[in-house]
């Protein structure tokens, strides 16, 4: 039996299994008219979409909206079919939008509240950024193959190295934002967003990184520019922070500690690490949400349905 039958059966017997216990299959790639006639979508923000985001990206969120649209109206309570309701870029988006529209004053305001700094400028938010891995670190991973305890991943990382392929994949970060203070100095804040997902414990090539710490790390390649790090999680999760890593790596992050993570860095450069938050979606939202309802440039449908949006995941504006 070849690997493709035998996927093949698999999917068959999770069929097969849905059926029988009634849960009704959505499938993402049926986007034809009948799909999605009478579907009636609002989504706030849509004209910044085609400014930020690829096309690909804003048709991948406009999608989530319509199949949870067609959800309620279906009764489908597949996870397939909601994946709106637990997207981390959805929530993201959502709660860092308001940024775009505001003037620059405005933004300078509300983003040195949320991350608790003086900042005099502060640029637009840029979603989904795609950033490099550290040569440094690469160069202590190849060096460090032969440690890893698992065989066959030993292999493949010789194998990469044989073939010119670095061990480690760029780090996509949810939201950047660069701002600057009134001392001159330069700061770069990462937002990592997380609704029920914990972060990673380690990437295939090396079973130590975990994934605030590779956060950092590829956030201090930004020269001579202050690191401020925003885990903006559900409010259940910052109400019991034992019961995810990041509750306890958060607290670990200041320079005494995070040279156990980050070897390859120097003492200056952990130095720049300024802050590492952990907030609640409800008290970002509400910062960026009341802002954008004072200055008048949300409209009351997207307020609307904000309210709703943030109601049905158990958090507020």
């Known amino acids: 039996m070849t690997w493709g039958t035998s996927t093949a ?34 989504f706030p923000f849509e004209a910044e979409m085609g400014e930020v ?32 309701d637990k997207a981390e870029e959805m929530m993201t988006w959502v709660t860092f939008a308001p940024l775009l529209r505001m003037g620059h004053e405005t933004r300078k305001e509300v983003v040195s509240e949320i991350v608790g700094v003086d900042f005099c400028q502060v640029a637009r938010p840029r979603f989904e950024a795609v950033l490099r891995p550290p040569k440094r670190y690469l160069e202590q991973l190849r060096e460090s193959v032969d440690s890893h305890p698992v065989r066959y991943i030993r292999e493949q990382a010789r194998d990469r190295i044989a073939r010119g392929r670095p061990l480690e994949g760029p780090t996509h970060v949810d939201c950047v934002i660069t701002a600057s203070s009134s001392d001159e100095r330069s700061s770069i804040i990462g937002v990592e967003a997380k609704m029920i997902s914990d972060i990673s414990t380690h990437t295939r090539f090396d079973p130590t990184r975990n994934q605030l710490a590779r956060i950092v790390d590829v956030l201090l390649e930004r020269e001579e520019q202050d690191v401020y790090v925003l885990l903006v999680v559900p409010s259940l999760f910052l109400s019991r922070p034992g019961a995810r890593l990041y509750g306890y790596k958060a607290r670990e992050c200041d320079q005494s500690k995070m040279d156990v993570d980050l070897p390859h860095r120097r003492e200056e450069e952990l130095g720049r690490v300024r802050a590492v938050s952990c907030l609640s979606w409800s008290e970002v939202a509400r910062g960026i949400w009341r802002r954008a309802r004072e200055e008048c440039i949300v409209t009351g449908e997207e307020v609307g349905w904000a309210k709703r949006f943030y109601f049905e995941r158990r958090e507020a504006i």
């Open 9 to 42: 059966l698999k999917r068959q017997r999770i069929e097969r299994s849905r059926g029988r216990r009634g849960i009704k299959r959505v499938n993402l790639l049926d986007r034809s008219e009948d799909f999605l006639a009478g579907i009636c979508v609002f």
């Open 53 to 84: 985001l690829s096309p690909k990206r804003a048709a991948k969120y406009r999608s989530w909206v319509e199949l949870s649209v067609r959800a309620g109206e279906m009764g489908d309570t597949s996870s397939v079919a909601n994946q709106m």
